[in-house]
Each structure stands twice: as C-alpha cells, then as structure tokens.
C-alpha cells in the first residue's frame, strides 16, 4: 500500500504571496489532517478533514484553509504569507475518522521558508 | 486542555545502554498517547500507542512504554540502544475524537558509540 505522499517537497516564497500544498493520503484513509512544524518545535494541529468536510481546527487564522477533494486527497492553502509562516507542514491520514484508535500515518512534509 | 510535556530536549546514551526519554501530559479525559520517531529530514513514524487495555505497550525496533495514570506519565524505554535509534522523538495525547493531537516539543536522542 502506497503511504503518504506530499508534495512539493520544498517551496520558497515571498511574503505577502499565497502558497498552495498537495497531499495524497493513504489508500484506504478518508481522515487528513495538517500540522506545522516550526524548526525545533513539535508539530501543531492545523485541522482535519473529514469526508470532505472541516472536522476540528487549530489555533491558526482564517488565512490558512484546506480542501479535501472525493478522492480522499487534500490541499491546504495559505494566504498572505508571513515570515512565521517559514516550517515544516505534515500531511497525516488516518482510517475512519477515529485517529485517536489508528494513530496518523504522516507524510515526509513540505518545507515552505517565507522571505 | 491537553498538554505534554517531555523531560529533556537532548538525552544521549551510550550505544548498547538503556534508552529512557520521559513523557507527562494533561488530559481532563482519558487519554489516548502515542510516540512517534522522526528521522532528519523525515514525516513521523509511529513507535507505539496506548488507547485502552493493557498499560505496557510493545512498539516497533523494540521499544516499549507503560501508561501510568497516577503520574500521568508515558515514558519510553529501550533496553539497549543502537546507533539507528538517533533521531527525534515526540509524545502525544488526543481524546477519544482524536480530531487533534497535541504533540510535546520533542527529545533529541544522540547514540554515542
């Protein structure tokens, strides 16, 4: 079985400018959830789709958003980008929206620096 | 709220020694823990996860770790270190919605030949 594939694997950006990241989540997975990671840090809950819905949500502002497409696959999407923004972002997915049983399988993660 | 917190942001161990990094939480719920490795460079791994049943769990590349509630700790353990185990390793609590885990800020393990 394929896991979970991210992409791209690194971007650069300025800031102000709006970014867009692509997740592909394991076969057989409908639960996707996002989280930065800051250099140093642990990561941190972004949100989750559920069956192409918003089932729970961090502390992040409006401008970070997502998607999740029929296919399972998600995108999260950040506008009006700050410096802050600069991390690691992880794509994870679990089965049958019930993570806290299965546990996230979790991407390689997309490095976005903000310049 | 939940929280986590891990004892030591740096632990290192001789190879062949025991691995021992320390996870506590906050959870007004029972909780459900996890850990995870991360290699450099890497997404997270699971090691193990204690949802219900019993307190000692098994993991992969043999790690272990016992879940107990009255010091609200989850600390993980290896008997004898390998120079693969070098890596970042984070604890983490969630409900039983599991909608968001709450990460800890991670421990460092360095494996000295």
């Known amino acids: 079985e394929t896991g979970v594939t991210q992409s791209p694997t690194h971007l650069i950006k300025t800031r102000g400018q709006q970014v867009t990241l692509r997740c592909s989540s394991q076969?057989?997975?409908?639960?996707v959830s996002w989280y930065q990671q800051a250099l140093g840090q642990g990561p941190q809950f972004i949100f989750q789709?559920?069956?192409?819905?918003?089932?729970g949500r961090g502390n992040f502002p409006p401008r970070f958003s997502g998607l999740q497409f029929p296919n399972y696959s998600s995108e999260l999407n950040v506008n009006a980008l700050e410096l802050d923004d600069s991390a690691l972002y992880l794509c994870a997915s679990s089965p049958k929206g019930d993570s806290s049983i299965y546990g996230y399988t979790f991407g390689s993660g997309t490095r976005l620096t903000v310049v | 709220a939940q929280s986590v917190t891990q004892l030591g942001s740096h632990v290192s161990v001789s190879e062949g020694a025991l691995v021992l990094l320390r996870c506590n939480y906050s959870?007004?719920?029972?909780?459900?823990l996890f850990w995870y490795v991360q290699y450099p460079n890497q997404g997270l791994q699971l090691l193990l996860k204690y949802t219900t049943g019993a307190t000692l769990v098994k993991g992969i590349n043999g790690f272990e770790a016992e879940f107990k509630k009255s010091e609200t700790s989850f600390h993980l353990t290896k008997p004898s270190a390998h120079m693969s185990d070098a890596a970042e390793y984070f604890c983490?609590?969630?409900?039983?919605?599991?909608?968001?885990?709450?990460f800890g800020p991670g421990t460092r393990l360095s494996v000295l030949p």
């Open positions: 789709y559920y069956r192409e819905e918003e089932n």
């Open positions: 983490a609590v969630t409900d039983n919605y599991g909608q968001n885990f709450v």
């Open positions: 959870s007004s719920v029972p909780p459900y």
């Open positions: 076969s057989g997975h409908n639960t």
